[in-house]
């Protein structure tokens, strides 16, 4: 860029998690000029996000890779999870999937709307963030969430020994390598009345939204 001579100017929206105060990451919008060898940044806070403390026990330090977590971006505090958890209309007594469960946003969702009952089975490939699910399991005593470490590819053995009234995918269909052969495989997982749930905002909503402009 300095050497082209010319003015650019870089944007890209993302959340910010700050060590330093872990209980508010918030959305924003770092601008950087570079005028041939001066460059300049602008900090642009947009609007306070949910808050990323409810994923972990209380008086503990958000642990740095839980802070970068893709299962933490921007997506999940947009989606109105109180929505989508009416939307599932879920049962007492149901068994629900949560593929690729991160830290849990979903899963103690899930959990709490069973009052109870059923079981949350919350699958992930990273054992710190299964580790995660379980100081929160034991934290707030959940008794209807599993956490499960998989595999990293193809339908883990794990889906074909249980089968469920609801499979959820949040920001983790991208992964799959072959997607047409990974579902067909994991079908027999899924109960005959059982539902299916993708939510995958990646490719098919543009970066700038005007949710984000709302306070600029």
Do not use: W
């Not at 690729?100 to 103690?108: A, K, M, N, Q, R």
């Not at 089968?163 to 269909?173: A, P, Q």
């Not at 992964?175 to 079908?187: A, I, V």
């Amino acid at each position: 860029l300095k050497k082209s001579g010319n003015t650019h100017t870089l944007s890209r929206s993302l959340p910010c998690y700050l060590r330093r105060y872990p209980e508010s990451p918030f959305i924003h919008f770092l601008i950087i000029d570079v005028d041939r060898d001066k460059v300049s940044i602008k900090f642009v806070p947009l609007a306070v996000a949910a808050s990323a403390s409810e994923n972990y026990p209380s008086g503990q330090e958000t642990p740095v890779k839980f802070q970068i977590s893709t299962k933490l971006h921007r997506e999940f505090f947009l989606l109105k999870p109180a929505r989508i958890i009416e939307t599932l209309k879920i049962k007492p007594g149901m068994d629900i999937l949560d593929i690729g469960s991160g830290g849990g946003f979903f899963t103690f969702r899930f959990a709490e709307a069973l009052k109870g009952t059923g079981k949350v089975f919350a699958t992930e490939l990273d054992p710190e963030l299964i580790a995660l699910i379980k100081n929160k399991i034991e934290a707030d005593r959940f008794k209807n969430v599993f956490p499960v470490l998989v595999q990293s590819e193809g339908v883990d053995p794990f889906y074909k020994q249980h089968i469920f009234d609801i499979i959820f995918f949040c920001e983790t269909y991208r992964y799959l390598q072959r997607p047409e052969d990974y579902f067909r495989e994991l079908r027999p997982s899924l109960k005959d009345t059982g539902r299916l749930y993708i939510i995958d905002t990646e490719n098919t909503v543009d970066d700038f939204r005007e949710t984000e402009f709302g306070d600029f």
